[in-house]
């Protein structure tokens, strides 16, 4: 990795509120945003900023919390999007963007289609799920804040590691295991809290589904327990002319898992 990162520019903006956001970004050409996922930061699309920035400007912006960006707790789900679209605004010259996000970084992809619809040439949704949280998923959700909080972040989150990489991953691909591990470990409590509690509060955009016109790819992996491949194929069979795939031997964190596969898709949307 010491090659690459020294290639990936590390940009820092202070957002709408006065908050850091902290961007990778590499490449020229089209602008693709990637939008990690929960509790991550841009090192989840390492090879999506190795490979895709010969033909993109691949940009990565770090949600607030995670990795260089500031907290600014008690934020929603739609301030992110608007952070999302203030890092637009000075990265990508006010132009056109495809929009990728995975697991938490699809919801927020998903809130900013809804306010930002125009500014987007794309939509990649990989690992994620339009519906709210029902009841039960809004307690597991202040329970893992509070233990975060009690208990710092590792206890929190070591649960995840089963659900986030496949059988296969887990058991021949090491790096990509330490390099989950090592994400995770190094998010802090308060914005594993402060994530949780955004994502209980998010909206349901299944009844908007049907009205997006775009081009919309939807991707999940065949052993993702967080967002399994029967129930993603039926919501996005509910978008108009969306593209479903489903990648084996991967399970939730896709682009790290089947890099090739995904990297092939992301290719495609230029
Ligand atoms: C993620 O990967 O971002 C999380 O699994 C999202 C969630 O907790 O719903």
Redesign the pocket.
């Known amino acids: 990795m010491g090659s690459l990162d020294s290639l990936i520019s590390s940009i820092s903006l202070i957002g709408p509120r006065g908050n850091t956001i902290s961007v990778a970004a590499r490449g020229s050409g089209p602008t693709l945003f990637l939008l990690h996922?929960?509790p991550l930061d841009h090192r989840m699309w390492r090879h999506q900023l190795e490979s895709l920035s010969q033909y993109y400007h691949v940009v990565a912006p770090e949600l607030r919390g995670f990795g260089g960006s500031t907290l600014d707790a008690g934020y929603t789900l739609r301030e992110l999007a608007d952070d999302i679209e203030f890092v637009r605004q000075h990265l990508a010259g006010g132009q056109p963007i495809h929009l990728c996000g995975?697991?938490?970084?699809g919801y927020v992809a998903f809130e900013y289609w809804h306010v930002y619809r125009t500014n987007l040439q794309s939509l990649t949704l990989l690992?994620t799920k339009p519906a709210a949280d029902d009841d039960a998923g809004k307690r597991a959700r202040t329970a893992m804040a509070d233990k975060a909080q009690a208990t710092g972040t590792w206890s929190a989150v070591e649960p995840m590691m089963e659900k986030?990489l496949s059988p296969n991953t887990r058991e021949r691909q090491s790096d990509v295991f330490q390099l989950v591990e090592t994400m995770m470990r190094g998010a802090r409590p308060e914005a594993i809290a402060a994530a949780q509690h955004a994502?209980a509060e998010r909206r349901d955009f299944t009844p908007l589904l049907g009205s997006m016109r775009l081009p919309v790819l939807v991707v999940t992996g065949s052993h993702d327990p967080?967002a399994p491949p029967a129930a993603t194929q039926e919501w996005s069979s509910l978008i108009p002319g969306a593209i479903y795939e489903c990648l084996e031997e991967a399970a939730?964190l896709t682009p790290l898992e089947r890099p090739e596969a995904i990297n092939g898709l992301l290719m495609k949307l230029g």
Not at 102 to 105: A, D, E, I, P, T
């Open positions: 996922g929960f995975l697991s938490m970084g690992n986030v994502m967080i939730h």
